[in-house]
């Protein structure tokens, strides 16, 4: 088993699917300052492979984007060492900010000031959101 340093204080996501690892780090922490570190392949009890992300310095981290990702990741809060909060992430059933509306006459893509909101509509891990303005459904791909 690779070493790698505890952290202190920062964010441990555990159980990323093998492979998604890096996909979370674009998408996530591509720009950070804070020292990231990602570990691919991992051996697991649970499941085959995993993939870790650690981050020192931080708890901020958005679970909606996590969970539209990999919905088996765990969200590890540690703080002076210690694990302090655990989150399962799921895929989320409200989500703004993260993707825009497919309909290209919708007024989201329109006017600056409406941003565009959506409500899960696919089942079973699909991610099929429709949007509140206009209804049309835009499939989330990463
Ligand atoms: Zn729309």
Redo the contacts with the bound molecule.
């Keep these: 088993m690779l070493e790698v340093k505890g952290i202190l204080n920062g964010i441990v996501l555990d159980h990323i699917t093998a492979g998604k690892g890096l996909t979370v780090f674009n998408k996530l922490f591509e720009n950070t300052d804070f020292p990231v570190v990602l570990l691919m392949n991992v051996s697991s009890k649970n499941i085959t492979k995993k993939d870790i992300i650690k981050i020192e310095g931080t708890t901020d981290v958005d679970l909606n984007v996590l969970g539209l990702i990999d919905s088996s990741i765990t969200v590890n809060i540690i703080k002076d060492g210690k694990v302090t909060e655990k989150h399962n992430v799921t895929i989320p059933e409200t989500i703004e900010g993260v993707f825009e509306?497919e309909?290209p006459r919708?007024i989201?893509n329109a006017d600056s000031w409406a941003h565009?909101t959506f409500k899960l509509v696919g089942k079973n891990g699909s991610l099929e959101y429709a949007?509140d303005?206009?209804e049309?459904i835009t499939k989330y791909r990463l």
């Design positions: 509306c309909n919708c989201t565009p949007c303005y206009c049309e």
